[in-house]
């Protein structure tokens, strides 16, 4: 009897152990994963680890709630969620901060990165207070000039949000935007072509749509043929909307690339052709005039006048760009400037700068080119085209009277949607702004009708020019509706989604797997003919049995959520095949783990079934080449 309470007291005493150890194992595990996605800015990936950290644990960490803060400060949509960790945070701060998982408390900045929190929510009166906390702890002459910035930035936005411009915006609809991140759109001059970048799973694509009768055509992607690795970026259109300027960027460096549209298709883009404008510095922007004939683009190369400044370039006889001109200390600051553009007379240039009158992080600004060639000085835009958070790729068509953004709004399509701006009401506008904007005292007539989609169906009517006359250097030619085609025979709708995606070991949905499921399930509404199998996947680590009941779970999961939104459940299947056809390597070459490539196998597909092939076709994403397995 002895000897059994012994052994049971010896089972108790001992099993802890074990358990334990492989717990502290597991979160190492996600704390290291955390690591990686978070130097590699990437935020929502990172988020995802460090929340299994939170909620093991870690919820009164300083350290953790401080990173899932700064991960929150990234993720557009999600910034209001940074305030309540990083208060959390800058409880326990401490000068003598080392990144490690065993670390309790937050470095100082803390308290600056709580004040920019603030400050994108529009509480400028604690932004303050964290900003001046700060300062009472910053070390440096450099720490305590940004804090003073920011804190003169936030009386700024105060002045600017109490007296803010009427701003009509307008969606540009469901055929433009989808339900992941569109933006950095522009427009061609006669209004009819326009290219954006649409985030898709596992790269940026780039977009392209004709304006037609009806409305924006399908948008096709044509990153394939500019022979895009998905790393390049619009830049701007010329007027003709024949040529495509884009950035081409690595971790390293950024050059100004450019392909040409000819019988129906985009060129392979090929670098700008000039003295010294693509060099070994970061090259983020490029702009051309109506006339083809000069280039602003911006750099960090080591002759500027801050950080990012902005250039121009004119177009010599032999077809190649000549030597950058720096626009100057009126317009360069010493800290960025960025995303210029120029409008179609050439004498208004848009662009972002964090070292103007700013209300905080980048804002819009508009410079005028006077008789003499001299830049004025330029104007803040104001709120709400300019906001407490970064405000970057302003495009200005029509000679500035329409403004195209990214913005991130209640009833939108998508995570980020471009929408069409003009001013309305009585309100006097900054002097520039006046020159180009018409007082609002009765009506407005759109600019032209057919590039900003009505809300509701209409008849198409023919296209009204502004009673403001376009400057007659650049006329502009009314867009006049033609007979809509006659209807083409039926062909599959493909539609690109993303798998949902699982954290390590794990089985619950987040926030990017509903959203992508929200799309599964309008899809199923809008085509009830047809019926989804629900294929679940997991990583290679662990035991093979333990992975395919997880991969099980996971397709369970998916299938209950989308019961949940009103799919009929005899419509879905399921089917888990554990670690069996992954799509990504699980680990490297060397035998080494590769995180990057097993989050990629912790997924659920969708199959059609039930269905006329005519109806819908599904595509899924491709895998980054250097992640795809070898035979």
């Known amino acids: 009897m002895k000897t059994a309470v012994f052994l049971a007291i010896l089972l108790l005493l001992q099993s802890p ?11 190492k595990e996600y704390f290291l994963d955390a690591e990686f996605f978070f130097a590699e800015e990437e935020y929502p990936d990172a988020l995802t680890d460090y929340m299994e950290l939170y909620n093991n644990g870690y919820s009164g960490n300083a350290n953790i709630n401080y990173r899932m803060g700064i991960c929150y400060l ?117 209004g009819k072509t326009l290219l954006y970048m649409n985030e898709l799973p596992f790269y940026d694509a780039v977009y392209f749509c004709r304006y037609t009768p009806g ?35 690595d971790p390293f460096n950024s050059d100004i690339y450019v392909s040409n549209y000819s019988n129906g298709k985009w060129s392979r883009s090929v670098p700008v052709q000039g003295q010294d404008i693509n060099t070994k510095y970061w090259e983020s922007h490029a702009s051309i005039a109506a006339d083809g004939k000069t280039l602003y683009f911006t750099s960090n190369r080591k002759d500027g006048i801050g950080e990012m400044d902005i250039y121009k370039s004119q177009l010599l006889s032999n077809g190649q760009w000549g030597m950058p001109v720096n626009l100057g200390t009126t317009v360069n600051t010493a800290l960025n400037e960025d995303t210029p553009f120029i409008t179609a007379n050439d004498s208004l240039l848009y662009f972002s700068s964090q070292g103007h009158k700013n209300m905080g992080g980048y804002d819009v600004f508009l410079s005028k080119l006077g008789p003499s060639g001299q830049w004025s000085n330029p104007e803040n835009v104001r709120y709400p085209v300019s906001t407490t958070d970064d405000d970057l790729f302003y495009y200005p068509w029509y000679n500035g009277k329409v403004g195209y953004v990214s913005a991130i709004r209640n009833g939108g399509f998508g995570k980020e949607d471009i929408y ?37 169906p ?94 099980e779970k996971r397709a369970n999961a998916v299938m209950q959520y989308l019961v949940s939104k009103g799919i009929e459940k005899n419509r879905l299947e399921t089917l888990g095949l554990g670690e069996k056809n992954f799509a990504a390597i699980n680990s490297n070459p060397d035998g080494s783990d590769n995180p990057e490539g097993r989050r990629l196998n912790r997924r659920v597909e969708y199959e059609i079934i039930g269905q006329d092939e005519s109806v819908i076709l599904i595509k899924m994403p491709p895998v980054p080449e250097h992640l795809k397995p070898r035979e």
């Open 420 to 456: 069409a701006l003009q001013p309305e009401g009585d309100r006097p506008l900054p002097e520039m702004l006046a020159d180009f904007f018409k007082s609002q005292e009765k009506p407005v007539t759109p600019v032209v009708a057919a590039v900003i989609p009505s809300e509701s």
């Open 215 to 249: 409305g924006w055509s399908a948008p096709v992607n044509i990153t394939p043929q500019i022979q895009s690795d998905g790393d390049q970026y619009v830049s701007s259109v010329s007027f003709d909307g024949t040529q495509l300027y884009l950035t081409r960027e």
């Open 458 to 551: 209409v008849t198409p009517e023919p296209q009204v020019i502004p009673e403001t006359p376009v400057p007659p250097e650049t006329p502009v030619t009314p867009v006049t509706p033609q007979p809509l085609p006659p209807a083409l025979p039926a062909i599959p709708k493909e539609i690109e989604l993303a798998p949902v995606y699982f954290a390590f070991d794990n089985f619950q949905l987040n926030d990017a797997g509903k959203q992508e499921l929200d799309q599964v399930s309008r899809i199923m509404k809008d085509y009830p003919v047809i019926r989804v199998k629900l294929v679940g996947h997991a990583d290679a680590k662990g035991p093979a049995e333990y992975n395919l009941k997880l991969s």
């Open 74 to 190: 990234n993720m557009p949509g999600q910034k209001d969620k940074a305030i309540n960790h990083l208060l959390e945070a800058v409880k326990d701060v401490s000068s003598k901060y080392k990144e490690s998982i065993k670390q309790k408390t937050a470095p100082v900045d803390a308290y600056l990165f709580l004040g920019n929190a603030y400050r994108v929510n529009n509480q400028l009166d604690k932004a303050i207070g964290s900003y001046n906390k700060y300062k009472e702890l910053a070390g440096s002459a450099e720490e305590l000039k940004y804090a003073d910035q920011q804190i003169a930035a936030c009386n700024i936005a105060i002045q600017f949000i109490s007296d803010p411009l009427r701003i009509r915006m307008t969606n540009l609809g469901d055929s433009v935007n989808g339900n992941s991140s569109n933006f950095k759109a522009v427009v061609s001059g006669d």
């Open 17 to 27: 152990v074990p358990a334990q150890e492989k717990d502290q194992a597991e979160l």
